[in-house]
């Protein structure tokens, strides 16, 4: 692509860059970038403190959702336990119901064969039994077993209806509680279930904030690397000696870069709608901004290319080390030529207009030769 083949002149161009200043502009140099390397020392140092607080938070939150789950764990288990025993006594319920009910349907021919007898001697028959004894003795007797022989039949039906009634609602007592322990045990799941997904994002949480700890202590000790440089710098400097080139690295100034011009994005960065002029793929953002408003470096580097370019009228290449470069375009006016060394901050153009004949510019960053989302890395 064409723009490929000028990021790789500007590669080489850059790899010819004279490495020796002025000792007076190097000092200079040196003192500016050590100074935006502390600042941002300072900001990375405080991520990290507050990264390391809220770790420290979502591991006490963490502590607690494993208490509450332990809590949960337990009160599941309980409410299981509890529902095993009333599925016990159900089945107890109703194997005796059904052993009643056996023992009623065996006893039930001999009872209805004496309930029909008696119905069938009446009040006469019971005067019959009573007139066959001989004596008041006998007549005392014979009443007391036909009484007897009456109660014992109506205590046997009513004893077995009341066994039969109090295992009925003994039965209907232990089928609300397995219900109620059937839905007890559902909430007791519902929340163990939640408590298990907040112990997740909490764990993930912390996973997520090891990277960033991760990243936050590489980026710095990056900076710390070109720090030791720096000063490497200004010693020489100070001693009168040839100080080499120093830039600072890119990685480590992620979300801190400065915007390079005050305006309002009107073509965000990747695939475009179907229906959107120009690329399918847009590998940088375009902003929408008055034309002849200043355009400046995000961040230190070399100027590689600038100069005009198909599809971008006045295009600046800045390369920053290590694969990062960041480029400039849709510029009426180029304030940088090849070879300059820039600064956060730095002039390199005026906005201009895109080829639709709109006020705007375009801005794309590279890191490690690859386009990302600028609005991943400017300033919030």
Do not use: C
């Not at 929340?191 to 997520?208: C, D, P, Y």
């Amino acid at each position: 692509m064409p723009l490929a083949a000028a990021l790789l002149a500007a590669a080489t161009l850059t790899a010819q860059a004279p490495a020796d200043r002025a000792p007076a502009d190097a000092a200079r140099q040196a003192e500016s970038l050590a100074k935006r390397a502390a600042e941002r020392l300072a900001a990375l140092q405080r991520e990290a403190e507050s990264l390391a607080k809220q770790e420290r938070g979502l591991l006490a939150e963490l502590r607690k959702l494993e208490v509450d789950r332990a809590i949960h764990v337990e009160e599941l288990g309980k409410l299981q336990r509890d529902a095993r025993d009333v599925e016990g006594r159900r089945a107890a319920a109703a194997a005796q119901t059904a052993r009643l009910q056996q023992e009623a349907d065996r006893q039930r021919p001999d009872v209805e064969a004496r309930l029909v007898q008696v119905y069938k001697m009446g009040r006469a028959g019971y005067w019959r039994l009573l007139l066959d004894v001989q004596s008041l003795r006998d007549v005392g007797r014979a009443y007391r077993t036909a009484a007897a022989l009456g109660r014992i039949d109506r205590d046997r039906v009513e004893e077995h209806r009341r066994t039969l009634a109090a295992l009925t609602a003994e039965r209907a007592t232990l089928d609300a509680r397995a219900r109620e322990l059937a839905a007890l045990q559902k909430n007791a799941q519902d929340a163990a279930a939640g408590v298990e997904r907040a112990a997740q994002a909490r764990t993930n949480l912390v996973k997520s904030i090891d990277e960033r700890r991760d990243l936050n202590a590489q980026l710095a000790g990056e900076l710390q690397e070109a720090q030791q440089k720096l000063q490497a710098t200004l010693a020489a400097t100070a001693a009168g000696r040839p100080a080499p080139l120093v830039t600072l690295p890119l990685r480590p100034f992620q979300g801190s870069l400065p915007w390079p011009a005050d305006g309002v994005v009107s073509s965000p960065f990747g695939r475009q709608p179907l229906n959107s002029p120009g690329p399918a793929v847009r590998n940088g953002i375009e902003l929408s901004l008055p034309e002849g408003q200043p355009v400046t470096a995000v961040h230190g580097g070399t100027v590689a290319y600038a100069d005009l370019f198909s599809g971008y009228a006045n295009l600046v290449i800045v390369e920053h080390g290590s694969g990062a470069y960041s480029l400039y375009g849709h510029l009426s006016g180029l304030s940088v030529k090849k070879g300059d060394r820039v600064e956060a901050g730095t002039t390199v153009g005026t906005a201009g207009r895109n080829p639709a004949g709109n006020p705007s510019m375009y801005f794309e960053l590279r890191v490690d030769g690859k386009p990302v989302d600028p609005l991943q890395w400017l300033k919030r």
